[in-house]
């Protein structure tokens, strides 16, 4: 069963900012946290990853609470094209291997 | 470069009967993925390659899955006596070692 807890779906206005939250309340401290998103008929894409200070790239940033037991991933600019399942896995290692998907948040965008 | 690529995109068969799902990383990715994706769910994970052997097979579901990879890099995975509740997306991703992995589009497999 997947280790991390979030909403089941979402919705924010074009070109707004979304924040996407995810519980990991047993994660360990080696345990990474990483995002994934999957659009529409299509296989999961990498978002971002971390372990301890938010991280920032060009798709996304992602906030990691102090106590590390939550995240949360930041769109800055949503786009009809950022409308995805978006999925919060907690692994081992920099990656870990098997990527313990949970059923994500499904983020709707509307213009 | 290209990215991952599985075939068949779809696959339709009758309950019973055998069949082959392929797999071709990036080339030079020594790591692979298999996972199984039913609709409404999230990916759930298969087995792992780390070259030619398999690391870890702990979510295959039953002896009626089997996956190789004799070179590392193209790997198929196969299903024996397929079952209605075989029907999925198969999705494979791989990986340069312990780092982001890059999916393929998957397999629609469906079974009557």
């Known amino acids: 069963d997947a280790k991390t807890t979030q909403p089941n779906s979402m919705e924010s206005n074009e070109e707004e900012p979304v924040h996407l939250p995810c519980n990991h309340s047993?994660?360990?401290?080696?345990?990474?946290i990483h995002w994934y998103r999957q659009l529409p008929s299509q296989g999961p894409e990498y978002v971002i990853h971390g372990l301890t200070s938010n991280v920032n790239n060009r798709m996304a940033s992602l906030a990691i609470a102090e106590d590390r037991k939550s995240s949360t991933l930041i769109l800055h600019r949503a786009t009809l094209r950022d409308a995805a399942v978006y999925y919060c896995?907690?692994?081992?290692?920099?990656?870990?291997?098997?990527?313990?998907f949970g059923k994500g948040t499904s983020l709707l965008v509307t213009p | 470069g290209a990215g991952v690529s599985q075939t068949p995109s779809n696959k339709v068969t009758e309950k019973g009967k055998y069949v082959e799902l392929r797999c071709d990383p990036i080339?030079?990715?020594?790591?692979l993925y298999w996972y199984r994706q039913s609709l409404g769910q999230g990916p759930e994970f298969l087995i792992y390659f780390q070259g030619t052997g398999a690391a870890d097979d702990s979510g295959l579901p039953n002896d009626r899955f089997f996956a190789v990879r004799p070179e590392g890099s193209v790997s198929t995975l196969k299903i024996q006596r397929t079952e209605r509740g075989d029907s999925a997306v198969y999705l494979c991703?791989?990986?340069?070692?312990?780092?982001?992995?890059?999916f393929g589009p998957g397999t629609r497999l469906t079974v009557l």
């Open positions: 896995i907690d692994g081992k290692g920099n990656s870990g291997y098997a990527l313990n």
């Open positions: 991703a791989s990986s340069s070692g312990r780092s982001v992995q890059f």
């Open positions: 047993t994660i360990s401290g080696t345990d990474y």
């Open positions: 080339s030079g990715h020594t790591a």
